[in-house]
């Protein structure tokens, strides 16, 4: 059902930082930032209110806290950012929340208490620390099924955590070749099967994806699955294996699909399709005469993440310029939306972009790819678990849209 | 007739090649990925090492600050010019209030 009537029910700006991350939980309930000076933000979804339609559902700050500090490894004389890479909500057990939030080397879990009544605030603190067993940068966490284990991933190695043991860690994947000069790829990102405890993926930078069964060896360094789809060798260029590197990658909630994005394009893979790709999406295509360019200020490689909509038929993954744009699978249209003050007024709708060509055919509202702005990046992106809600971090601000005429997923 | 068009990937490789004809052939490789996952993190200045580096050396120059893209290797000591500035982190919670 696109284009969506999107509307903004919030758009916050705390004079802070970027934020680094955004993730809904289980339910929806809650949507948690973290930020690059180290803090999240948890907001939580107001019930209906039958007095005041137009306020329901709208999201309100809920807790503040500093997940983690800087600091120096005087070792190595390296300094380790606050910034959070990524946040994952535990599924809800009991009374309280449980969420994972990581920077480049530690992992913390924290407990969100529900709030009662009679409590003036929430006050959310940590249960654990899983500190000293990455060598390289974190950039993935995922929870496993089994609401036991949980993964981290860094650029070369994958450790298994039980969540009530910090003290050590199973390494599953090890890519660190004996010679560093004979290094020719990382990981990128990885993520646990929604339903098989045992599966899990991890991409590369050489635009690869790994399925790895946990039950077929203790060290999966072998892939049960290898997706990769075949370059065209005459079409290959110095910039190839660059925008090829698979930024994000995720499950779909069926667990049948896997949703890539690289720097130009956003893929669907079926898990028994290992040759190429089901869909190919092009997300900026026009950015292919600007690589040099991009190269040159360090944009070609930005990471940009993906989403799935609760119902797998709807894809949505960031831009420049503040775009955001979403395929529907079924019906092969997309839209190009724009997450800023300027254009979006509470309540009123969002209006579809177009981006053309230089010196293309212009309509009225149309915008120039000379005239993008690449400092206005939307990295992160989360879909709400079952309704037409989205969060869009758009540098330090976050909008949340939801879509009040198509609420239930189609 | 064939009409050769050239992939706009393949003009702006040329245009990159123009500008730095320095820049290896092989774009991804180990000196791309190592340098950036050892970005990361800032180098601090070793006072010891530069004084004594520049004992060494005092009837030569120093050696000037290598170009962007070339990779800072270990042997090289590091002089204040080479050095990123280092940020300040935000302390306090700019939420409070």
Known sequence: CLPPSLSLCLSLSPPADIISTVEFNHTGELLATGDKGGRVVIFQREPESKTEPFSQGEYNVYSTFQSHEPEFDYL????????????????????????????????????????????????????????????????????????????????????????????????????????????TEVITAAEFHPHHCNLFVYSSSKGTLRLCDMREAALCDKHSKLFEEPEDPSARSFFSEIISSVSDVKFSHSGRYLLTRDYLTAKVWDLNMESKPLETYQVHDYLRSKLCSLYENDCIFDKFECAWNGSDSVIMTGAYNNFFRMFDRNTKRDVTLEASRESSKPRAVLKPRRVCAAGGKRRKDDISVDSLDFTKKILHTAWHPSENIIAIAATNNLYIFQDKLNSEMH | MEDKVISPEKEEEAKLKARYPNLGAKPGGSDLLRKRLLQKGQKYFDSGDYNMAKAKMKNKQLPSAPTEKTEITGGHIPTPQDLPQRKTSIVASKLAG
């Open chain 1, 76 to 183: 190595k004389s390296l300094e380790i950012e606050e910034k959070i890479n990524k946040i994952r909500w535990l599924p809800q057990q009991n009374a309280a929340h449980f969420l994972l939030s990581t920077n480049d080397k530690t992992i913390k879990l924290w407990k969100v208490p529900v709030l009662k009544p009679m409590d003036l605030m929430v006050e959310v603190s940590p249960r654990r620390v899983f500190a000293n067993a990455h060598t390289y940068h974190v950039n993935s966490i995922s929870v496993n099924s089994d609401y036991e284990t949980y993964m981290s991933a860094d650029d070369l190695r994958i450790n298994l955590w039980h969540l009530d043991i910090t003290d050590r860690s199973f390494n599953i994947v090890d890519i660190k070749p004996a010679n560093m000069e004979d290094l």
